[in-house]
């Protein structure tokens, strides 16, 4: 008995060593780095220069506003492609959702290269509108990562309380706002985190789409590869810092409405 | 018109079907009177919950009619509808917590406050008066800001009721409403439901397949089976005198026997004849149902039967005896116990038997014979002796019929009737064996022999026939008829002679 739970701990072994060694350990030298200068001594003095650069400010406002636009668009666009895989009456209902998110099978890279083809044809030089370029392609990208927890919110969703809710005198529309929209909120909580964080810092997709403009992944790649490791941290920092506070605010809003926290990822 | 005025819900040969074979509800007519409790009873699958929904309006149906208060409404969405519904498992919103589930109706609702006004939300003080007085009925006061996660699965289904009964609706529907919770609570529920029944007046449709329930808490039980109403009644009327073997197998314990009349008022079976109540032509087959309370136990001298005790049990209140008469079993609830291998008498009254017509005296079907000249009905194909089809013709070496007049037909997809008889069929486990194959749906008792009924799957196909083995429910079986006992007779022919 004793030996069989002491080797089921032991399952954990390889999760916890590349923890420790990938996430737990880089993340205390980003602390390190973001801390000191280029002599070893501690000082806040990155921490101060991000904040007084309008620079990198205005990189970081930038950031806020590509990432929030896209997941707004994101949004706008996987609930009710979601809504209806989930709810709707499809009897091949996998092969639909499969074709939604086949598209996470083909490298981004060529992927955003086709888009660009495509936004080419249509607006003739893309380097014109760079922002509204970087959402589409951000959109495109990330969608599917808004659709699924979504759909699988919606699909656990109990059709029970909307038969109650009808019955109770409301009518589709009452149902949708007063009923599935709260209960899906788990849903979007996910989907928003895990689209909002990754188009705060893809500059990839910028890159590709002819947007010059930094993110905050550009800004950090640039320090970096200018061997500031010590600025370079600092945002990395902050960053996590923001999307935990945004992850914490989303959290503590889906725990009031809901009483399902297993959905936020 | 009195009478019309009394009725509040009538469905008028509904019908619901979800596909070409699966039939929920069959040509079911129904009426229900202002202010009574009504049960739907049955096993699952018999259509009472697909019943209830289209009483609700989650369900339309597909041909048939149901009127509320004489209006139609059989298309209308269930918002529109003054009928709620208390849910099987709760289905109270985890989003919000016992005070906004309970008033989730009432801020919908519109009323017309002064007459000529238009209709007005109902103001904030009127919802909480309401909301308090639903959460006293349910002795759930004061637990308006509770989350509804912190309840337990009573007190859930008490904010059920309380959210269904704050709409002050005309019909409550209760879809199996207490089978998620314990005996106990459910039996001081049932005390309650049927109390705020009486205070409330308004008219509760209940759906289960408990018969205990339905039997305790009724003015009236609907019994229900493959979709079709078996019988309506009283529980007291359902219980002693039950329409059918079905009815009369589901509610409560009963031996079922088959049996013929003899005589006037006088039945057969076991072996014995016994001076009955209901009057059937002589020499009609009959089934017969004694409730094992009424069986009275004498010394074997006195007793019509004599019989021996093969198994005592104790059940609290009485000891259930079964004993052996002749080949028959019959079970007797007495407080007196025997001990096994005690010779008893039995004696019946002509009050504790009840006599019913025997709702099937053989399988019939159409068919068609095949190429190699068998017969295909009921999802299988079947050795036959397609001779009797034209009496005095015989088989040819090619397989072709030659008739008596010496004609040459090729019987090839040529459509018949088929019947076999219910002492006709057996079963097999091996699926090869016989020539059509299904489940068993369902295994009735009958003192020495079982009445099976075993269902195809492509067609839904019934084979009806008694057995002496014991078999189990949804056993995969195939079915062996023995050549000489399938009866043929040409369709057209048939219609030529009506």
Redesign the interface.
Known sequence: MKAITLNRKHLCIPYAAFLILFVILPLLVVLYYAFTNATGEFTLENFISFFSNTNTIGTLFYSLALGIVTTVCCLLIAYPTAYLLARGKFKKRSVLLMLFVTPMWINFTLRITALKEILSLIEGNIAQYPFLNSVIGMTYDFLPFMILPLYTCLLKLDTSLLEAASDLGADKATVFLKVTLPLSVPGIVSGVTMVLLPSMTNYVVLDMLYNSTYIMGSLIGSYFSAYDWHNGSMIALILLVIIFLITLATNRFSDDESSSRGAIL | MEEKNDTIIEMIDVTRQFDETTIAVDHVNLRIKKGEFVTLLGPSGCGKTTTLRMI???DLPTSGKILLNGKDISLL???KRP???V???Y?????LNVYDNIA??LK??RVVKKPGDKPQKLTKAEIDKKVKRALEMVDLAGFEKR???TLSGGQQQRIGIA??LV?EPEILLLDESLGALDLKMRKEMQIELKEMHRKLGITFIYVTHDQEEALTMSDTVVVMADGMIQQIGTPVEIYNEPNNVFVADFIGESNIYSGAMVGKRLVKFCGKQFPCLDDFEVGELVDIVVRPEDVKMTSPEQGQLRGKVISVVFKGVHYEITALVGKNEIVIQNTESRNVGDVIGICLTPDDIHIMKKTLLSNRYIGYITKKNTVAFGDGEFECDVTQLYPGSFLDEEGYLITKEGKRIDLTDTDVNVEVGLHDISMSDNPDEGGARGHIISIIYKGDHYAYIVRTEENEEDFVFDCEDLWNENDYVSLVIPKDKIKLSLVSAGEDEE
């Not at chain 2, 289905?91 to 989003?95: E, T």
């Open positions: 609700a309006g989650f969405p269930p918002n009928i709620n519904t849910f099987q498992r289905a109270l919103f985890p989003h989730f109706g919908l609702k989350s509804i996660s959210r269904a709409n």
